[in-house]
């Protein structure tokens, strides 16, 4: 199916499988398509197509796997978002005699909230340490991958587990009788604040579904060399643009308590003080407890931690255009990390979500970017 969008010629077919992954039809003409997808979310697809397309025996099956194709004009088709979609509800749409048939479903990552830790509390399978990334896998691997105990939780037969690969910070974490999608959000924050943010996803490697993980980013990095990628307003392909200074949290004088009662406690100051002349009112102080430090260069270490988290926050936020120059499934996707411009200052930015719609009057996309320093 042929379609534009912003002076983009693109080609669109959705392959529909059964829920074991055999294919039932290849559609190549779409009444409506839309899907959505978010870093580490699984996202919702809808599609509709004409009853003529695919009997309803094979359309209604649940977790009916599709899988959407994309090509640009002059390059090849690829997987959108790398994954399938499983297709959870059903409808028959009639009017005057026009029937339509409708599904909807979320992606292969929303497997993962279909599981908890089904583990007591105090178990290795609940009680763990380890690098963020391999935890994930851990989990999924003990509760829907080989390692799964208890009748029908093994799906290694249609999951994959990527190998370990120690990328991100080390955590220690307990989360028996819990989602499992709950707990992967929880380490994919606890990695962001440890310093190397690691991203899920659940993608399709030409065989079987597997569950694999991202450090930095969950797609390419784009911000330097041949590959790098600019939005700004100059160049017609960023939109709605806010560049934000926030000081709501902003602390500039840090005490940090170590060891000891009273006046023998050992209490280190960390200060800012240029930050503090910047307002007559901006000595914002705060107190850290630092008691489990043995030196004073530990809690001070502690004290100057805490004043470099009270920085005051330069964010940015907009919405990407598709231009001719600047196109969706070639120069920039889901997940990638870009470099936004606003007021002549250069930013580190990720692409997440996008919002695609599709229907024979051509392509919408809606991918918004954001950056924080």
């Known amino acids: 199916m042929q379609v534009t969008g912003n002076n983009v010629t693109v080609y669109y077919k959705v392959v529909y499988h ?139 037969a249609y999951l994959a587990v990527a190998a370990d690969t120690a990328a991100g910070p080390s955590v220690q974490k307990s989360f028996s009788r819990r989602q499992c999608d709950v707990v992967i959000d929880e380490l994919i924050m606890g990695s962001d604040q440890a310093g190397t943010v690691v991203y899920p996803d659940v993608i399709w490697n030409g065989a079987k579904f597997e569950f694999k993980t991202y450090p930095n980013q969950r797609g390419t990095d784009r911000t330097s060399g041949t590959s790098q990628v600019v939005f700004a307003e100059q160049f017609d392909n960023l939109s709605n643009v806010r560049l934000r200074y926030d000081h709501t949290n902003e602390v500039t004088d840090v005490y940090a308590g170590g060891q000891g009662d009273g006046s023998a406690r050992d209490v280190q100051e960390a200060q800012d003080l240029g930050r503090m002349d910047n307002s007559p009112f901006n000595r914002i102080e705060r107190f850290v407890n630092a008691s489990h430090c043995t030196t004073s260069a530990q809690v001070l270490d502690e004290a100057e931690a805490a004043l470099q988290a009270g920085l005051p926050v330069i964010s940015l936020t907009g919405i990407i255009k598709q231009t001719p120059a600047c196109i969706y499934g070639k120069d920039w996707g889901l997940g990638d990390k870009v470099i936004a411009r606003a007021d002549d200052i250069d930013f580190n930015a990720w692409i997440d979500p996008v919002d695609v719609t599709v229907s024979p009057e051509g392509e919408t996309i809606r991918a918004d970017i954001y950056a924080v320093q």
């Not at 790398?82 to 339509?100: E, N, P, Q, Y």
């Open 18 to 156: 059964t829920p074991a992954g055999l294919q039932v039809a290849e559609l190549d003409y779409l009444e409506f398509l839309n899907y959505a997808k978010g870093v580490g979310k699984p996202g919702w697809l809808t599609l509709r197509v004409p009853k003529d397309f695919i009997a309803w025996r094979d359309f209604y099956q649940l977790d009916a796997q599709v899988e959407v194709l994309r090509r640009v004009e002059g390059f090849n088709w690829y997987t959108e978002m790398g994954t399938r979609w499983l297709m959870r509800r059903f409808d028959k749409i009639s009017d005057h005699g026009a029937v339509s048939f409708e599904c909807a479903g979320q992606s292969a990552y929303g497997l993962v909230g279909r599981r908890i830790v089904a583990y007591n509390a105090g178990s290795a399978q609940a009680d763990q340490t380890d690098q963020a990334d391999d935890m994930m896998k851990t989990i999924i691997k003990q509760n829907l991958g080989s390692s799964a105990t208890g009748t029908g939780r093994d799906l290694s």
